[in-house]
């Protein structure tokens, strides 16, 4: 069974630029989750998708971070303008029912904004 | 409010011994769930296992075990004759029963060391 798929894996780019980051979750994943992870923390929650709608984007900071999960699969979270502290791993994350809280995660895409 | 401490920042083992992670966990709900994760330097969060609050009875796989103790409210992880395949970030998780949001801990650094 194919696992979450996560790209691009790196990227680099200045302050104020934009950046996208692609998922695509498990076959069958109803709930998608995208987390963000700062160096020497844990993954914090940014939002969680059911389906193709939005369950949770409270801590999503929504003047420069947006999400969409168009058709209830993949899912791309964008950045713009980006901020130094905007540096960090971004994780998604799919689950089949968010009742068990098994979450399934990919290998994140590293963002460093210079 | 929901917190998870894992107070250990980074542990040192030599191969063969056994090490355990501690986790506390700070909530107000009476029904929660309690998770353990492994990240190897790949970057991708494995599940471990999840514990409810209800089953307090200790679990062990293989060459893992963990102790759930609401009386403390720990909930911590030991490996036995560690390995160095062992050498990840291991997160605790908590949620509380009327969300589907995972709040991990900071995240404890084992390195193991033939």
């Known amino acids: 069974e194919a696992g979450v798929a996560q790209s691009p894996r790196y990227k680099i780019i200045e302050k104020r630029q934009s950046v996208a980051f692609w998922c695509n979750p498990i076959s069958g994943h109803a709930t998608l989750y995208w987390y963000q992870q700062i160096l020497g923390q844990g993954p914090k929650l940014l939002i969680q998708f059911q389906n193709n709608g939005v369950v949770d984007d409270s801590q999503l900071p929504k003047d420069r971070f947006s999400a969409e999960r168009l058709k209830g699969v993949d899912s791309t979270l964008k950045i713009q303008p980006a901020k130094l502290e905007d540096s960090a791993v971004y994780l998604c994350?799919?689950?089949?029912?968010?009742?068990?809280?098994?979450?399934?995660f990919g290998e994140g895409s590293r963002l460093t904004v210079l | 409010a929901q917190k998870v401490t894992q107070a250990q920042t980074e542990i040192s083992v030599v191969e063969k011994e056994d090490v355990t992670l501690d986790c506390v966990y700070e909530?107000?709900?009476?029904?929660?769930?309690l998770f353990w994760y492994k990240q190897p330097p790949s970057g991708e969060l494995v599940f471990l296992i999840r514990?409810?609050?209800?089953?307090?009875q200790n679990e062990i796989s293989g060459r893992y075990s963990w102790n759930f103790q609401k009386s403390t409210s720990s909930f911590n992880f030991t490996i036995t004759a560690s390995q160095v395949v062992d050498s990840a970030v291991y997160f605790c998780?908590?949620?509380?029963?009327?969300?589907?949001?995972?709040?991990f801990g900071t995240g404890t650094r084992l390195q193991v060391f033939p």
């Open positions: 514990r409810n609050s209800f089953d307090e």
């Open positions: 994350a799919s689950s089949l029912s968010p009742v068990t809280g098994e979450l399934f």
């Open positions: 998780a908590l949620r509380g029963g009327n969300t589907d949001k995972l709040i």
């Open positions: 909530t107000r709900d009476t029904t929660y769930y």
